[in-house]
C-alpha cells in the first residue's frame, strides 16, 4: 500500500500561487511598501514566483529577500550544532509590510523565530505570514494571512513540498507512517 498521496499538482500550486499574489496586492491597497521575504529552504522560491506572479499582472517588481532563522529557533540546544544559513534583505524593513513567506504552517514555531529575526532587522509597520500549506497543529497562536490550502493531518503525517527550483517538480504530498494505514 502505497503510503504518500498527492495533495497538490503543479498546476494547482501554480493557481494558489497566484491567488496568494493576488490577495497580497488587495489587503495592501497596493504594493508600493511591500516587501517578500522567504525563509529558507522552500520559502524563498515561492516568494520569488510570488514577486514574479505581482510583476506579470501588475507590472511592479517586488524586493525579495531571504532570512535565516536558525540561530531564533527555540530548539537550537536540543539539535545541537546548527549551519547558519543565509540572510539577503537589500531593503530597509522600516515602514515597510513584510510578508514572511514558507511552504508549510505547522507548529508555529518557524515563524515565531522568523518574527524574531525580523524584529532585529527593522520595525516594520506590519508583517503579514503567507504559506502555501496549512497543516494545523498550531504550538504557539499564530496564523497565515494568506494559505495555499488547508490540509487537516495527523501528527504523525508527513507533508513534503516539492518545488522544481530544488527538487525538479512540483508538488505537494503528504506521507502516513505505517502505524495509520
Known amino acids: 500500500m502505497n503510503n504518500r498521496k ?17 490577495e497580497i496586492d488587495e489587503r495592501n491597497g497596493g504594493l508600493q511598501d511591500v516587501i517578500l521575504v522567504g525563509i529558507p529552504r522552500r520559502g524563498v522560491p515561492l516568494a520569488e ?15 525579495v529577500g531571504q532570512l535565516d532563522i536558525t540561530l531564533y529557533r527555540d530548539d ?12 539577503s534583505i537589500q531593503h530597509d ?7 514572511l ?11 515565531r ?12 509597520d506590519c508583517i ?14 499564530i496564523r497565515a494571512d494568506f494559505v495555499g490550502k488547508n490540509v487537516p493531518t495527523s501528527r504523525s503525517e508527513h507533508v513534503m513540498v516539492h518545488l522544481r527550483e530544488i527538487d525538479a517538480e512540483d508538488e505537494v504530498l503528504i506521507e502516513r507512517t505505517k502505524a495509520e494505514q
Not at 94 to 99: L, N, S
Not at 113 to 124: N, S
Not at 128 to 141: F, K, N, S, T
Request: net charge positive; hydrophobic share 50%; no cysteine.
Open 6 to 22: 498527492q495533495i497538490l499538482t503543479a498546476d494547482e500550486m501554480r493557481r494558489a500561487l497566484v491567488r496568494i499574489a493576488h
Open 101 to 111: 513567506v514558507d511552504d508549510v504552517l505547522y507548529t508555529g514555531r518557524t515563524v
Open 49 to 63: 514566483r510570488i514577486a514574479a506572479t505581482i510583476a506579470d499582472f501588475e507590472g511592479i517588481q517586488l524586493p
Open 113 to 124: 523565530a522568523a518574527l524574531d529575526a525580523i524584529a532585529d532587522l527593522g520595525r516594520p
Open 76 to 87: 537550537l540546544r536540543r539539535r545541537g550544532m546548527a549551519e547558519v544559513g543565509k540572510t
Open 128 to 141: 503579514q505570514l503567507a504559506v502555501l500549506i496549512d497543516r494545523g497543529h498550531r504550538e504557539l497562536p
Open 93 to 99: 524593513l522600516t515602514g515597510k509590510v513584510v510578508v
